[in-house]
């Protein structure tokens, strides 16, 4: 600041202002006003002994001025006032003559007018040393605070031309950048730095000087024997030149890096076999490299911006650019694929990946892209599933029950009739699980017989008994031929097993009537026997009947909706709207089977619940919203839950479920009006009070109508799956079998009271839970797909076609995946020290570990390793009998949302 004022100016001015903010205290204030008063005084009785005409004001205007400046206004007319009246009493003779009277009186009036002006001025003059005062203040912290060098140099001129400078000004940053040991103010340019920096110093401070305006270049300096590099600006100030400049050599090493990097970049990307862009932060294209620009036969600048969006094919860009715009504003990878015309004109199908470019300070500067030609691979992909659309509808026209084997007999597919027929998921008849079909008397002839065949390569040919999923046994004649490559060695086997019941049972019955001929009391006696054997399997196959034409009727539904639909999509792929509207009537198809599949569980009492301990009062109360809306409007609906009803131990969506069942059968019972009551009390039955329920403490749930009610005939098939009394199209008959599923399921009992024309009423008996209730009775919220997971998941999965599309939902959520087709497989990839971030694995899996088993064995060998179980079914071989299974596990089928939430919720846990 010395350099831009003056030293004595600055000293003075920062006197005056200190001067003046000492002052300001009252106390300090008034006792300078009347210490200048009294030195006013003093100084006019003094010159009064040898000056007797002497002038009465003018030793009053310095304590005018000091009144004025210590405490503005308010002083300044202080000390007026206090002068004046010193004057009056202490200097003008009152007995002199009228002339003299009058004129000291004037000179007074005209001192008070002239003091007021003067009073006025040093108030303008304090502020302005205030104000002084503290920019001085300020900038002199700002010039020392900077980061950025700041000096001022004065010319130190030879013979009139310019020679040297010296520092008349540095702040704190310029002391800095001077040679270790050495100070720069008040010492000359070429005394600091005596070599050619020096030199090149004074040459670049001359020019600056000559040309007066500001500058802005970088220099090259060499101090304390290194080299640094200097952005500087100077300017000629004052007859000085005042510069200003930072250290940039730290910041050019970057940028020298980074262009390094890029090279390099380039390079690499241009030696690649694939197509590599970048882009902007504004989604213009930046640079491609060779692949690209040979692929597409155009030159750079063609392809930069925009220009490469020629290219692609119509019906493929609006997708294209809007999925660019959704992920360049959420900062997120892409993978998408599209037609791009190539050099020859013709439109290739490309797999794009890219991905946000993300400097070390997070700056966003744009993608970088990857694309691959994979034209070939899906025209191949569509011939191959065209194939296995033919295939499979070929072998699930055929009434056999079908089966494939490895070379060493290991059991890897069994066809959907068989899955059917049984009952029991593929997974779990894999390896040497079907043998659990078979009949115990027939097991060890079968064993046999397939070994035999195995060993030989000879046709397997034998007749067993296979457990139907009704518990019933049925005949049938199994059939096995290998089938063998060139040089005669086998591939696999290809088997199939008929069904020929009908003629063992035909055989079976001309046996017994011959015997009959030989034995009349033996044949009488038998005879009887048949006859009750036949009514029970007669009423058997009647129920049986009715489920499997049910199960057959709705599954057919479903099926020609998703088969009619993918049918369609085959046939015009490149409708996007059309094959949007197929694949959502599919999609919900498929969601109404799980459902339909879910119900039948609940029934088979197989179903697997996340039961919890809940206030049932709550939970109806809850539910009760969606229970009036499936009622009519001309219904009344009342509900009464007794608020200390107490809490349960059930699932809640579920109960639900047998909530809404119960009163949309109410509903229908009372057509267009009516009344229906719900009530839930709290009741201790006795020991067979009610059928189906031991003696306890229960949550009673009655749903009553006053409808046309039902007879006993019809109240004891209520339950029956599949029945019904309403008309074709009304009802599938699984709202009362899943109620009673799911009430045995909880360990209660279900009654039914009706009677013709005195309505019906439908009471769950539920046993009541101890505690507090700790679950939580809302509805599942729906689920949020994310993407960007970047987990490494080891994938066991020894089904083909589920392990590709997993693989693929878990690559599309942006994870690594390193697939395992059983137990072994995965134990040895861990075994052999891959790292992973989370295992995923189906529970049910031949090769004699199932998931739980392996689960227990990793976590053994990575106790960190998070672990999440897949399974279609929830069985006997959920649990191996070694203690509850901890894990989370997610029921197939599911979806990308709540895959992609449980991986995120067992990834949170694990870190925590």
Partial sequence: MSGLLGDDDIMDARWAGRSISDLERPAVAY?????????????????????????????????????????????????????????????????????????????????????????????????????????????TV???????????????????????????????????????????????????????TGAEMVQRLVEAYEAGGPDDIEVRRLIDGEERWMRSSAMRLDGEIAATYRDITAQRAAEAAARRSRDEFEHIANTAPVMIWMSGHKMGATWF????????????????????????HPDDLERLLGAYETHFGRREPLRIEYRLRNAGGQHRWIDEVATPSIDADGTFRGYIGACVDITDRRQAETALRAGESRVRALVDSLPQLLWSNRIDGFCDYLSPQWVAYTGVPAEQHRGEGWLEAIHPDDRARVISAWNAAVASGEPFLVEYRIRRHDGVWRWFHGRAAAVLEDDGSIRRWFGSSSDITEIVEARSHLEAAVAARTRELEASLEERARAEAALAQAQ????????????????????????????????????????????????????????????????????????????????ISQVEPLVRRAVGAGVTLSVDADPDLGVARLDPAQFEAALLNLVVNASDAVGQAGRITVEARRRDLGAGEVQGASAGTYLAICVADDGPGMDAEVASRAFEPFFTTKEVGKGTGLGLAQVYGFVRQCGGAVVIDSAPGQGCAVTLFLPAASGEAVGSADPEEDLVDEAGLAAHVLLVEDDPEVRAVTETLLADLGCQVTTASDAAAALTRLDAGETFDLMLSDIVMPGGMNGVELARAVQVRRPDLPILLTTGYAGERFDDGRGPVTWPVLRKPFRSEELSALLRDTLAMADQ
């Fill in 31 to 139: 006792a300078a006003i009347f210490g200048a008063l009294a030195v006013a005084i003093a100084a006019r009785a003094l010159v009064g002994l040898f000056v007797p005409a002497s002038p009465n004001f003018m030793a009053f205007f310095p304590a005018v001025l000091v009144g004025a400046l210590v405490r503005g206004v308010r002083g300044g007319l202080i000390a007026t006032a206090a002068s004046v009246a010193a004057i009056w009493v202490l200097f003008i003779p009152h007995d002199a003559a009228p002339e003299v009277f009058r004129a000291q009186h004037l000179q007074l009036l005209l001192f008070a007018l002239t003091a007021a002006v003067t009073v006025w001025i040093a108030t303008v003059l304090r502020r302005a040393l205030r104000r002084g005062d503290v920019l001085a203040r300020r900038l």
């Fill in 142 to 196: 700002m010039h020392q605070q900077s980061l950025d060098a700041f000096v001022i140099l004065a010319p130190v001129r030879e013979a009139g031309q310019i020679v040297d400078f010296t520092w008349t000004y540095a702040n704190a940053a310029a002391e800095r950048t001077a040679p270790e040991g050495q100070g720069l103010l008040g010492r000359r340019v070429r005394e600091v730095f005596p070599d050619t």
């Fill in 289 to 312: 490299n060779t692949s690209w620009l040979d692929f597409r036969g155009r030159s750079l600048e063609a392809e930069l911006g925009r220009g490469w969006t020629e290219g692609v």
């Fill in 540 to 619: 058997r196959l009647e129920t049986i009947g009715r489920l499997t034409g049910g199960v057959a009727h709705d599954f057919n539904n479903l099926l020609t909706v998703i088969i009619g639909g993918l049918d369609m999509i085959q046939r015009r792929p490149d409708d996007i709207e059309r094959v949007t509207r197929l694949a959502e009537a599919a999609l919900a198809a498929g969601r109404r089977g799980e459902r339909l599949t879910r119900q039948l569980l609940a029934f088979a009492r197989r179903q697997e619940l996340k039961p919890e301990v809940l206030d049932l009062a709550a939970l």
